[in-house]
């Protein structure tokens, strides 16, 4: 049987008193698994991954990642979990006090990785995404789409092993899009597992891999699309 990474049985949520996003969401993502994550806007697909990410508490359900019940651990350790993720949330999330090359760092240096070392291999990120001038500039001076690039870069410089990815290509141009869904492929390539959220109707044909595609509340995995 293949390695789970995340088991999601019977997930719901709901926001106070508006009405349920999810109803009963049963899911597995298997190691080295890639997968796109679809719907129409407002479906849910950013508080999906806010989920397996263990930033939103569902209502309902249990989620197992990496072999552990979320739900039953204690908050403490969960730190522990979301070191082996990466994640690229819309909202970047940079440290504005930090320059370029220190924010795409920063997850190595949390692990202990020395400075020089982890601006080696930041710098190399930084290159491949078309930022390898901006490594001593500070976020605030940079683009939405170049934001969007130096988030991408950080979350993938651990080789962790699952990224999460919330319309990771959606402020940038076609030629870009077309290098970063490289880059994931490549880091799939090494065991990561990957779930990207998006609604590139371009994407989905260039890059026909399974989709996890949410419809009126639930979940239906869409098998590979041979081109």
Same mark, same amino acid.
């Given at each position: 049987m293949s390695e789970m990474i995340a088991q999601l049985v019977g997930v719901g949520h709901q926001y106070e008193e508006a009405p349920e996003i999810f109803k009963g969401v049963t899911f597995n993502i298997e190691k080295g698994s890639f997968h796109f994550l679809t719907g129409p806007s407002g479906s849910g697909k950013?508080?999906?991954?806010?989920?397996?990410?263990?930033g939103l508490k569902p209502t309902w359900g249990s989620i197992h990642l990496f072999g552990e019940d979320t739900l039953k651990m204690k908050p403490s350790l969960l730190p522990l979990l979301r070191q082996k993720m990466g994640v690229v949330f819309q909202e970047f999330k940079l440290l504005d006090h930090l320059k370029v090359v220190d924010n795409?760092?920063?997850?190595? =240096?949390? =692990?202990?990785?020395?400075? %020089?070392?982890?601006?080696?291999?930041?710098?190399?990120?930084?290159?491949?995404?078309?930022?390898?001038?901006?490594?001593?500039?500070?976020?605030?001076?940079?683009?939405?789409?170049? %934001?969007?690039?130096v988030a991408i870069a950080r979350a993938v410089i651990t080789r962790p092993q699952l990224l999460l990815a919330d319309e990771p290509t959606g402020n940038v141009d076609d030629e870009?899009?077309?290098?970063?869904?490289?880059?994931?492929?490549?880091?799939? %390539?090494?065991?990561?597992?990957?779930?990207i959220a998006t609604h590139n109707s371009r994407l989905l044909k260039m890059f026909p891999y399974p989709q996890l595609a949410i419809q009126e509340g639930t979940i239906r995995k869409l098998p590979t699309k041979v081109i």
């Open positions: 950013s508080s999906l991954l806010k989920i397996l990410y263990l795409v760092s920063l997850p190595l =240096r949390v =692990r202990g990785v020395e400075a %020089k070392r982890g601006h080696k291999h930041a710098q190399e990120l930084l290159d491949w995404v078309g930022l390898g001038d901006c490594v001593e500039s500070y976020p605030q001076s940079l683009s939405g789409g170049q %934001k969007q690039r870009m899009a077309m290098k970063l869904l490289h880059l994931f492929e490549e880091l799939n %390539k090494m065991g990561t597992a990957i779930v």
